[in-house]
């Protein structure tokens, strides 16, 4: 037995853990307003697992609920006070070496205004309205030039 690689994010009302195991069966979730239980046998390898996390703050049990997929199982844990942040998963400081932080999905929602994006969604932004129109096309398929990598060629003025 040994416990499944697991990702996790914070948002404002709710804790999200997906338990990447892929084909699982035999899926059991037990909600606890301060402790998550899980438990699967992977159907690849056959190989059972198992996780018990000793939770951050307190959760609502009846409004918590997991959704299993071919690749993975996911636990929204409904927070039993909104609006209050965890800094972590677990209740201890302690690292675990199968958990990590869905960086993915993470999103710092605290300071969360429409005026005030984060560095991050300006950036994103700033790509996108950059648009693929004017960008050098980079995967060499077309035979105008005759070297794909020339480096002579004049870059586009970015403002």
């Given amino acids: 037995m040994q ?4 990702k996790w994010y914070d948002r404002r009302d709710s804790v999200f853990i ?6 699982s069966k035999d899926v059991q979730v037990n909600f606890d307003k301060s402790k998550i239980d899980f ?32 690749r993975s199982v996911l636990c929204c844990l409904r927070k039993a006070e ?20 869905d960086f993915n999905n993470w999103k710092d929602w605290e300071d969360d205004s429409d ?16 648009g693929g129109d004017d960008l050098p096309d980079l995967d060499g398929g077309d035979d105008e030039h005759d070297s794909a ?9 970015l403002e």
């Avoid at 699967?40 to 056959?46: G, I, K, L, P, R």
């Fill in 18 to 23: 997906e338990f990447c195991v892929e084909d």
């Fill in 82 to 101: 909104a609006g209050k942040s965890w800094p972590r998963l677990t209740k201890d400081k302690t690292k675990c070496n199968w958990l990590s932080v």
């Fill in 149 to 157: 990598d020339s480096d002579d060629e004049k870059m586009p003025d």
């Fill in 115 to 130: 005026e005030d994006l984060s560095s991050f969604d300006k950036f994103s932004e700033m790509m996108n309205s950059m």
């Fill in 39 to 70: 438990s699967c046998v992977s159907a690849t390898d056959n190989i059972k697992h198992q996780n018990t996390v000793d939770l951050y703050g307190e959760i609502d049990p009846k409004e918590s609920k997991h959704r299993r997929t071919d």
């Fill in 3 to 6: 416990a499944a690689t697991a």
